[in-house]
């Protein structure tokens, strides 16, 4: 460690600031990206699915009244 | 990819930088420690003058004449980075005055210059926030352009006017060279602090592009909705 004088206090206060500042606005910017990324994962996910072609139930109209009586 | 790679690099420069600033670096005969602060205030001051808004000052001309919402996004990620790194500016400012003029805050022109250009840059964000779009955006352009007035004016006040603030270390107008050992961790401090605003414009910009396409998503979802229920 090098040897440090009587502003050295000063020094280390204004290094701290600058450093939790600067990093956590970084995380909090890189935190907000991946969240915002995420929501629009879900809504893309959705829309697309939204856009496929639905499975349904529905019988073929061959068959619309249903099994005939054997 | 671009993302992680700006910071991956601003992380490896920013740690050669502080190893550089507590180990490489000599203290000053006269004010001691103290001086090491200068070696990251003055960069971010640099920065934030020269890059952060004169991007704001660009973005904003190019906002108006081309009504592009890509110009809007740089120049409010890049305003906003430029003003958490002006707020630094002047909070390392006073931590370093304290020491060396016995005072946290002196009415100085370039310390009252750059206050106020701070005010002006948080105004510029606020408009930006609270005017609805598409007014928002260009009234927060009108107010980047006129901002950037401020800017030469804090260069120069302490030519301009008698001032406790030291003068420029580097650059043209500078009266004496330092030593080069000072000038290259100088330039050091610069390119770290350059790549890490580079970093965090680019996040920033990244979140305004994706929060307008999930909104256009939504609108688009809300639609469908509307659609389906009629």
């Known amino acids: ?70 | 990819m671009t993302t992680r790679v700006l910071g991956f690099a601003s992380l490896l420069l920013l740690a050669a930088n502080s190893y550089a600033i507590f180990f490489v670096a000599r203290p000053d005969r006269v004010q001691g420690d103290a001086a090491r602060i200068v070696y990251f205030h003055v960069a971010m001051a640099l920065v934030a003058l020269f890059i952060a808004f004169v991007v704001v000052f660009i973005a904003s001309i190019a906002f108006l004449r081309t009504g592009d919402l890509k110009w809007d996004r740089l120049g409010h990620a890049s305003g906003e980075v430029g003003l958490v790194f002006t707020t630094l500016v002047l909070i390392t400012g006073a931590v370093w005055g304290y020491p060396i003029w016995g005072t946290w805050w002196s009415w100085d022109p370039k310390l009252t210059t750059t206050l106020i250009l701070w005010f002006m840059y948080l105004g510029y964000l606020m408009v930006r926030s609270y005017a609805e779009p598409p007014r928002g955006p260009r009234y927060a352009a009108i107010v980047g352009i006129v901002a950037f007035v401020d800017v030469p004016i804090v260069y120069l006040s302490s030519y301009w006017w008698r001032t406790l603030h030291p003068q420029p270390v580097i650059g043209p107008l500078a009266d004496q060279q330092p030593s080069s050992s000072i000038v290259w961790l100088l330039l050091l401090s610069v390119v770290a602090f350059t790549v890490f605003y580079a970093f965090l414009v680019r996040l920033r910009y990244d979140i305004e592009r994706s929060e307008a396409a999930v909104a256009d998503l939504g609108v688009a979802d809300l639609g469908k909705v509307a659609h389906a229920s009629t």
């Open chain 1, 1 to 70: 460690m090098p040897v440090l004088d009587h502003n050295a206090p000063f020094l280390l206060w204004a290094f701290g600031i600058t450093a939790v500042v600067l990093g956590g606005y970084g995380l909090y910017l890189w935190s907000r990206l991946k969240a915002v990324k995420a929501r629009l994962g879900d809504y893309s996910a959705r829309n697309v699915s939204a856009a496929a072609p639905i499975a349904t139930a529905a019988q073929p109209a061959s068959r619309a009244k249903g099994p005939s009586a054997l």
